[in-house]
């Protein structure tokens, strides 16, 4: 099973032509995604071929050509995407999202990041309202291993699993993948680390829980803000499966903004041990380290067969 995506998921690339939407684009055909189309009002009409041998089972053939919409609404109504994955500079990620949820699609994927955070609160809000998930913004996106990835997750450090993972940050989200690649990841979300997000720890927490081949769940946090507090607080009234947790920032220097989350630690407030300990007063088991956090994982699954 999986959380948000899977191999029925229909992807629209918004930005698709642009170079970053063309190598992920790629990237995400390789790894099994049913990218349907991309979006660009200039060059609706056209399509891009991407010579991806690798969803081929490396047999190799004609290239995958990929229509390009004009909007959002003419991807969906041709295609039947319910999912979007924004590759557009940052001033103009507003418009786009607003676009995609006016649109009615289920899930749009913000890779975008230096996104004012004006326009992020407009969106998060305009989108809640209109029934379209975001993730993101400024995050790598989500991928549920062997059936579809959306975004810019290697696909290729992993397999199929029982482990759920939501992380704030993305290259953790990578290392923690890449280290319990052994057994596997049902999905793993990365949130985005901006002080606005669309999707919380407590949103994946939820579908986690009722996911039935989900066994145990990973979250990764970061210093500042209270985000981790209020997923233990949730942990404690609402989550069953066992949960290990990592707090990037444990040598970050008080009264600092540090890193791409803008987390600003001051006094005890918003420090990697304050959040520590919130986590481990519900029962999480939470690691030093990335490296120690994975053996914590690994005890637990043998520890419960």
Not at 25 to 35: E, N
Request: charged share 20%.
């Amino acid at each position: 099973m999986a959380i948000y995506l899977t191999k029925e998921s229909k992807v629209l690339v918004q930005g698709m032509t642009g170079g970053e939407g063309m190598k992920h684009t790629r990237r995400m055909l390789a790894a099994g995604t049913d990218v349907v189309g991309g979006v660009n009002p200039r060059k609706a009409g056209q399509s891009v071929d991407f010579d991806v041998p690798q969803c081929l089972d490396g047999l190799g053939g004609a290239p995958i050509a990929v229509p390009v919409f004009g909007t959002v609404a003419e991807g969906m109504a041709a295609t039947g995407a319910d999912v979007t994955v924004v590759f557009v500079p940052p001033a103009f990620a507003r418009a786009a999202v607003l676009e995609a949820a006016d649109a009615g699609i289920g899930l749009a994927v913000v890779i975008t990041e230096g996104i004012p955070v004006h326009d992020s609160v407009a969106f998060t809000s305009y989108a809640r309202r209109n029934g379209t998930r975001i993730i993101g913004p400024n995050c790598p996106g989500l991928i549920t291993p062997g059936q579809s990835d959306a975004g810019i997750i290697p696909a290729d450090i992993t397999k199929p699993g029982r482990i759920g993972l939501v992380s704030k940050s993305g290259t953790l989200t990578y290392q923690l993948m890449y280290e319990l690649r052994d057994i596997g990841f049902s999905t793993c979300v990365g949130i985005g680390g901006d002080p606005v997000v669309g999707t919380s720890h407590i949103d994946c927490l939820a579908a986690f829980q009722d996911d039935p081949d989900t066994e145990l769940v990973v979250l990764i946090g970061e210093i500042g803000g209270d985000a981790e507090e209020r997923a233990a607080a949730y942990i404690r009234e609402h989550v069953t499966k066992p949960v290990v947790g990592y707090i990037a920032g444990f040598t970050a220097p008080e009264g600092r903004t540090m890193g791409h989350a803008g987390a600003i630690v001051s006094g005890s407030a918003g420090t990697a041990r304050a959040k520590q300990a919130a986590l481990e007063a519900v029962g999480v088991r939470v690691g030093s380290t990335p490296t120690e956090t994975a053996r914590l994982v690994l005890e637990l699954l043998e520890a419960g067969g």
